[in-house]
């Protein structure tokens, strides 16, 4: 686990030298965000209600900027200008989708996403059907919850040109179908609202809303898998295992934290001829990210490491920094120091007296 959730951190910056203040936060924030919708009168109005296309990414992006907008309030006890709001993380995730050309149609039998429909979003992109269920749910479970202060009958997102019934479009019709998913982030959104919450409480409902949102949706579109090359499809199993572990972890999903680490993630689709840390249009970090995900991958599917990771403690925060702290048996021990032998940077392990307390931090 120690090794699994060190990867993690990487992933998402947490092992950074520092995370510096960007001068202007609007440097950071993801592609066409300026020009996409930041209120609901922005969207066409039928027979009372405001009508969305998720498949069109300026629309879709359109909706988390509203979801920032209208949750700023709320984080603005954390810092100033929103950089805290915890929902950075689904728009600029959504951007790199976007602009690594992870939402055209990966069979290439249409133009969807690609030159000529760039804005257009495939309902055959594996990557766009696991975003919908972290945006339009999460968006629908904000208007249930208040927090966009219109009725729950007021809005309903369009429906793709195939496989409708995979996906929900109102507050309820998700309610109906994927009624754990809305029940996360309604608790989230309602915590959100407290004048007492906590930023590590926001973090821990957050995270429990995003990765069932992700577990119960992936298994309906494990067939999208085979429009594409093999380390692709291999890259977004790993991607899948990876979350779980960063959600373990509850890494701060906050706007400078995530679009630093977003420059590790894989600039274009994998071919079969890409092998990290090789891969010579691929920058170090990038490279080595793709390798740390392919072992995360394949330590996780290893039945040794099962044993080891139900005796793992969560990730601890001291001083600002990310120590992870897990007990483990001897042959757990042995494990992390086998796993450690590879060409992995940015880790040191550390045992107490009795060989019983391993502590993995920043070099």
């Known amino acids: 686990m120690a090794f699994l959730t060190c990867w993690a951190c990487v992933l998402v ?7 510096t203040r960007a001068s202007d936060f609007s440097d950071l924030y993801p592609p066409l965000w300026k020009e996409s919708p930041g209120q609901l009168s922005d969207y066409p109005v039928e027979n009372g209600m405001y009508i969305i296309n998720p498949w069109v ?23 100033p200008e929103n950089e805290q709001n915890l929902l950075w993380g689904l728009p600029l995730q959504h951007g790199w989708q976007y602009t690594s050309g992870r939402l055209a149609d990966p069979s290439q039998r249409t133009d969807c996403g690609y030159e000529s429909d760039h804005l257009c979003v495939s309902v055959d992109s594996w ?15 904000a208007v249930d919850s208040g927090v966009l202060g219109i009725s729950s009958d007021q809005i309903r997102f369009l429906p793709p040109p195939k496989d409708q019934t995979r996906f929900c479009y109102d507050v309820s019709g998700c309610h ?3 009624p754990e998913i809305m029940k996360k982030w309604i608790v989230f959104y309602q915590y959100l609202k407290l004048p007492t919450s906590n930023f590590d409480d926001l973090l821990k409902y957050l995270w429990d809303a995003h990765t069932i949102s992700l577990k119960t949706s992936v298994k309906s579109f494990e067939d999208r898998y085979a429009f594409y090359s093999e380390k692709e499809s291999e890259f977004e199993k790993n991607w899948i295992i990876a979350v ?11 706007l400078i934290r995530v679009h630093k680490s977003q420059k590790g993630l894989p600039p274009r689709i994998l071919v079969d001829t890409d092998t990290a840390p090789v891969i010579s249009d691929f ?9 740390g995900l392919s072992t995360v991958g394949k330590v996780h599917k290893s039945s040794e490491f099962h044993h080891v990771i139900n005796q793992a403690f969560p990730l601890k925060a001291v001083n600002g920094k990310f ?14 120091e086998k796993l450690s032998d590879l060409n992995f940077p940015a880790h040191t392990l550390q045992y107490s007296s009795d060989q019983s307390l391993v502590q993995l931090k920043e070099f």
């Open 13 to 19: 910056g947490c092992l950074s030298a520092s995370l």
């Open 244 to 254: 779980e572990y960063i959600g373990a972890s509850r890494i701060p999903t906050t």
């Open 176 to 178: 109906s179908s994927f």
């Open 127 to 141: 990557w766009a059907d696991l975003n919908y269920f972290l945006s339009v749910i999460p968006f629908l479970a």
């Open 57 to 79: 990414f300026s629309e879709k992006m359109g909706v988390y900027k509203i979801l920032l907008n209208k949750t700023a309030t709320y984080f603005a006890k954390f810092a």
């Open 283 to 291: 920058t170090v970090f990038q490279n080595i990210v793709l390798l």
């Open 323 to 336: 120590l992870i702290f897990s007990q483990l048996s001897k042959k757990g021990i042995n494990l992390l």
